[in-house]
């Protein structure tokens, strides 16, 4: 099973994904998006011999995440993005981009477009403010999650609510399972208790099942565990794998060791065992198909 896509050079990276369609801005200033040729600055280009790949696993150190700061925005990136580049990081399956960001009080991305891509988007702590083309505006916190399809075209800006705090979230960008859809805005409050020792979903490709919902047949959980704890996880469509994202903490899982802010994709599996370090662990799941279209 082939986890990774076939190798892009930088130049049509540059031209034909994230940048083409994505600009950073601070408020009241889009940012154009570079050309090319244009140097790369403000991020680690790590050697692609820090990712661990092993029969039917591979381990993306955080350390080895791609990093741009900008000063208003700390941002990692997981998979290749922006001015990151790594032909051997460029999605897990269908999981696109996973993006950990910091953003500065009462900053923030202006408005920008999207297309054909199913975009999730889950604050570990603070707000957004949020306004779109669909005429949604208003904010998201911690302890919610937001999804856009964008389908034929959106488009949106995303600032830091608080003018005194900053705000961190995961972005996460998934390939559809369906192009050309109509664009579609999801938010939903999510009960903390529902994630204490259990794994909450989060996500699914159905409407009447827990969670929003995206047009592909992904499943998003987030668990929060007590030091010492076991669990597992059943995959839920047979070819799908896992990327388990370690908000928090330390565990094994399948025998591996993640740690805070490591990444651990995993396919042609059934389960996960997973145990929980001393410390506890916060884990986000992302059960997402292996093959794209």
């Known amino acids: 099973m082939v986890y990774i896509c076939a190798v892009m050079d930088r130049k049509t990276f540059l031209r034909n994904t994230v940048l083409g369609s994505t600009a950073l801005a601070t408020i009241g200033k889009a940012a154009s998006a570079p050309g090319p040729e244009k140097e790369v600055v403000g991020f680690n280009h790590l050697p692609t011999e820090n990712t661990r790949v092993m029969n039917n696993m591979v381990l993306h150190k955080a350390a080895t995440r791609g990093h741009a700061d900008f000063g208003w925005l700390n941002a990692h990136h997981t998979f290749s993005f922006a001015n990151y580049y790594d032909p051997e990081r460029m999605h897990f399956g269908v999981l696109r981009v996973l993006n950990d960001d910091v953003i500065a009080a009462g900053k923030g991305f202006s408005t920008h477009p999207h297309d054909n891509m199913e975009i999730i988007t889950i604050p570990l702590s603070g707000t957004i403010a949020h306004k779109d083309s669909m005429g949604n505006s208003g904010t998201v916190s911690a302890g919610e999650v937001q999804v856009m399809s964008a389908g034929t075209g959106i488009q949106h800006s995303e600032f830091n609510y608080k003018e ?30 529902d994630r204490v020792n259990a794994f909450q979903q989060v996500l699914s490709p159905n409407a009447d099942d827990a969670g929003v919902w995206i047009h592909q047949d992904a499943w998003f959980n987030i668990g ?9 996880y059943a995959i839920e469509r047979p070819g799908n794998g896992v990327y388990a994202f370690m ?47």
């Open 164 to 193: 005194d705090a900053e705000l961190n979230l995961l972005q996460i960008w998934l390939f559809p399972k369906k192009r050309q859809v109509t664009p579609r805005y999801q938010q939903l409050t999510l009960d903390p208790k």
């Open 247 to 293: 908000i928090e903490g330390e565990a094994t899982i399948n025998g591996q060791a993640v740690g805070r802010r490591d990444g651990l994709g995993i396919w042609d599996i059934d389960k996960l065992d997973i145990n929980v370090g001393a410390m506890g662990a916060e884990i986000l799941l992302m059960d997402v198909p292996m093959r794209i279209g």
């Open 224 to 232: 929060k565990f007590d030091g010492g704890r076991s669990t597992s």
